[in-house]
């Protein structure tokens, strides 16, 4: 399996939703980093679930870190953590082991590796894997900040409802307030909106699906290459990679298929203490592949939750016969608002790998 990304700071993370543990492991990091554990626990709480919008799963989510850290401060050696998994229900998937669900991984799995993979709770496709990636991001979040580097994402759509758009200079208080909340959006007014719609679709054993709008801020120009080795190139690819996201877009992203270029073009100003800077970000802070200096701002699509109660058609993998599925068990119906660390986390770590390339 390809679950590994980044050039110099090279992640990987392991395991399956059911099986004994999670992990990530991480080469790369630069010695010498002391980690706030409070921190990283705390970062690690807001993708857990919680309350009627989520799974009704418990687990901890309390890294085991096995290598790469002394007294919390990282040694030059890979760091390895481990998440025990304590709350699996592997029972709820026995029904509809040779039944795949739409628009979940269970029938290409199945596909690709002859029946032999572990699909019990999504098995390596599963949204579980994402807390192993938020040890990796939380932990990049932290040696970021101390050059100056702030990533904050917020809920920017759920069920149609539309949350406000971060401001042109997002700052880390803002940041760190959206990340306080039990709901991460900027309007609250919107949070309860899109939490009523997501009940709704609970209640209709129907799930809805999302945006989470991410920024960095403080990352200087000059950072990426330019065609396929880009900045949009490798978050995207990296953001690709979290379950469930279906589109990436950067500034205006497919709005600017509609404007002008006198509309699309950021006018370009000098600021009073003489530095170069722009009027607006419709480019999300690169150019030809490169950092321009202004905040980084890319968005990521979550489809709706696969795993509904409503009945659906499907086939038996065993005979190829038409049937239908009702799929029971523990499922979130929506997880756009558990994924708005993740994408930081993802961001933390693209950001943080291309700063130690030195590019």
């Not at 999670?22 to 626990?41: C, F, W």
């Not at 919680?50 to 290598?67: C, H, I, N, Q």
């Not at 038409?322 to 119906?333: L, M, Q, V, Y």
């Amino acid at each position: 399996m390809s679950s590994q990304f980044g050039n110099k700071l090279k992640i990987s993370v392991y395991g399956q939703s059911h099986g004994k543990a999670i992990g990530v492991l991480i080469d790369g990091l630069p010695a010498g980093e002391k980690i706030d554990m409070d921190e990283l626990n705390a970062f690690m709480s807001r993708r857990k679930p919680g309350g009627k919008l989520s799974t009704s799963r418990k687990e901890a989510d309390m890294p085991v870190f096995l290598s790469g850290l002394t007294e919390n401060t990282t040694c030059g050696s890979p760091l390895c953590a481990m998440i025990e998994n304590g709350d699996a229900h592997s029972g709820d998937y026995e029904s509809i082991r040779y039944t795949p669900r739409p628009a979940h991984a269970d029938y290409t799995a199945y596909v690709k590796w002859a029946g032999s993979a572990d699909m019990r709770g999504g098995g390596h496709f599963s949204g579980r894997l994402t807390a192993p990636l938020c040890i990796a991001g939380g932990i990049a979040k932290q040696i970021l900040a101390k050059k100056g580097i702030f990533i904050g994402a917020h809920l920017k759509a759920a069920a149609g409802i539309w949350d406000e758009s971060f401001p042109l200079f997002p700052d880390k208080d803002m940041f760190e307030t959206i990340a306080s909340k039990a709901f991460p959006v900027i309007s609250d007014e919107a949070g309860e909106k899109m939490q009523a719609k997501i009940m709704e679709a609970k209640e209709e054993l129907d799930s809805v699906g999302g945006i989470v709008e991410c920024a960095a801020i403080g990352v200087p120009a000059g950072f990426g290459d330019p065609m396929f080795d880009g900045v949009e190139n490798r978050v995207a690819g990296a953001l690709f990679g979290i379950p469930a996201v279906k589109g990436v877009e950067f500034g205006k992203g497919f709005d600017c298929a509609g404007m002008r270029g006198s509309e699309n073009n950021d006018p370009m100003t000098v600021l009073k203490n003489g530095s170069i800077s722009f009027e607006k970000n419709d480019a999300g802070g690169i150019l030809g592949g490169i950092t321009t200096g202004m905040p980084i701002v890319v968005r990521a699509a979550f489809k709706p939750t696969p795993s509904i109660a409503k009945t659906q058609r499907t086939v038996d993998i065993r005979d190829n016969t038409k049937t239908e599925i009702s799929i029971k068990g523990r499922h979130d119906p929506c997880i756009a608002h558990r994924a708005v660390p993740v994408v930081e986390a993802v961001m933390a770590c693209v950001i943080l790998d291309m700063i130690l390339e030195g590019k």
